[in-house]
C-alpha cells in the first residue's frame, strides 16, 4: 500500500498551492480520502474529507472557502486545492484512507510540506 504526496513548496500569503495524492496497492474507490495537517508543535488536523463516491465533502472551519478536496477513482487520486494561503496554514499535509467517515485512517502517505511565507 502506497500514498504519495506531492505539490507542496514555498508560496507567498494569498497564493494557492493544489496537492496531489497517488494510492496503491487498495481498492482507493472504497476508501473514503482524507487531507490531514500538523504544524511544528500542534497537534494533527484533519482539513478535509471526502467520501468514497466523491460527494458530500466536509472541511475544517479554518479552511472553509479557501480550500477544495476532489479525487479522481478512475486515476486513483485525491487532491486539495488551496486559495488564499496564510503562514497559519504552513505544515506537513498528508493524505490518507479510512474505511468510513470518522473513522480511524488505515492507510497514510508520508506528507508534503507546505510553507506560506513572504
Known amino acids: 500500500v502506497q500514498l504519495v504526496e506531492s505539490g507542496g513548496g514555498l508560496v507567498q500569503p494569498g497564493g494557492s498551492l493544489r496537492l496531489s495524492c497517488a494510492a496503491s496497492g487498495f481498492t482507493f474507490s472504497n476508501y473514503v480520502m482524507n487531507w490531514y495537517r500538523q504544524a511544528p508543535g500542534k497537534e494533527r488536523e484533519l482539513v478535509a474529507t471526502?467520501?468514497?463516491?466523491?460527494?458530500?465533502?466536509n472541511y475544517a472551519d479554518s479552511v472553509k472557502g479557501r480550500f477544495t478536496i476532489s479525487r479522481d477513482n478512475a486515476k486513483n487520486a485525491v487532491y486539495l486545492q488551496m486559495h488564499s494561503l496564510s503562514p497559519e496554514d504552513t505544515a506537513v499535509y498528508y493524505c490518507a484512507a479510512s474505511w468510513n467517515i470518522g473513522f480511524r485512517p488505515t492507510y497514510w502517505g508520508q506528507g508534503t510540506q507546505v510553507t506560506v511565507s513572504a
Open positions: 471526502i467520501p468514497s463516491t466523491g460527494g458530500g465533502t
